[in-house]
């Protein structure tokens, strides 16, 4: 029987986000997941390849930014496809905060995220 990921499950997601919990966070990614970052050089932004390597790069974006945070977060499944919609915030070292509506496009493969495309909406930071 194949596992499938539900709404419920990215909702859990989310909000393990918010709570900075990797572990949670990771719960739901295969181990050899691609995540595309909202920026980057290429048109596509970075290629971050395996669940080691997207867990610490989540996590740094919390050492970055002690108060990241994805609200207003919702989700739907078909198939083998998500989508997440937020709306991200957080201020950076230098006091400059971020922010802007996005959304995730998400593969699915037996019940698990294989691919996590993140787009973000291009505003610039603000003083906070």
């Not at 739907?76 to 995730?104: I, P, Y």
Request: with cysteine.
């Amino acid at each position: 029987m194949t596992k499938t990921l539900t709404a419920q499950d990215l909702s859990e997601t989310f909000d393990a986000f918010n709570r900075h919990d990797i572990d949670g966070v990771m719960t739901h990614f295969a181990d050899d997941c691609v995540f595309y970052t909202v920026g980057g050089n290429e048109a596509h932004g970075t290629r971050i390849d395996g669940a080691e390597a997207i867990a610490k790069a989540f996590s740094g974006v919390w050492g970055s930014m002690s108060d990241a945070h994805w609200d207003h977060h919702s989700h739907f499944v078909h198939g083998d496809r998500a989508v997440s919609e937020w709306t991200f915030s957080g201020t950076d070292a230098d006091g400059m905060r971020v922010e802007a509506q996005g959304a995730d496009l998400f593969t699915l493969r037996d019940g698990k995220i294989v691919v996590k495309q993140a787009l973000r909406k291009s505003r610039p930071p603000f003083k906070a």
